[in-house]
């Protein structure tokens, strides 16, 4: 994976402040933290980081299938437990915020 750009690495504490100076050691000024499955998981990450200043660009991937059996997330509706595709994607935007609106 290195040859891609992609290194697994095995730290002592997980926290966003080692992860970021180990990467700093390394030369590298980019780091992505790929927040699949449960938020619970990157919840102390996360505080960290907008406690602490230190994300710059957080980028949101709004996929045209929900699937809530998969998410882990604890707000979508645990009931559901099937997939719904959505059609008709469509952005909008509003002052600072962007909504995406699609059809079931």
């Known amino acids: 994976m ?10 002592d504490r997980l926290s966003l402040t080692t992860i970021l100076e180990y990467s700093k050691q390394r030369g590298s000024c980019s780091v992505l933290l790929d927040l699949r499955g449960s ?6 990450l996360l505080r960290e980081g907008i406690e602490q200043n ?3 660009k957080i980028v949101m991937e709004v996929l045209p299938v929900w699937s809530e059996s998969e998410s882990g997330f604890p707000h979508v509706l645990n009931s559901l437990g ?3 595709k959505l059609k008709s994607l469509q952005p ?3 002052n600072q915020s962007v ?3 699609g059809y079931f």
């Not at 290195?2 to 730290?11: A, M, P, S, Y």
């Not at 938020?39 to 102390?44: A, H, P, S």
């Open 54 to 56: 230190l994300l710059q």
């Open 99 to 101: 909504f995406i609106e």
């Open 39 to 44: 938020l619970g998981d990157f919840e102390e």
């Open 2 to 11: 290195t040859q891609k750009g992609i290194e697994t690495v095995v730290l």
């Open 82 to 84: 099937k997939r719904l």
């Open 92 to 94: 909008e935007i509003s």
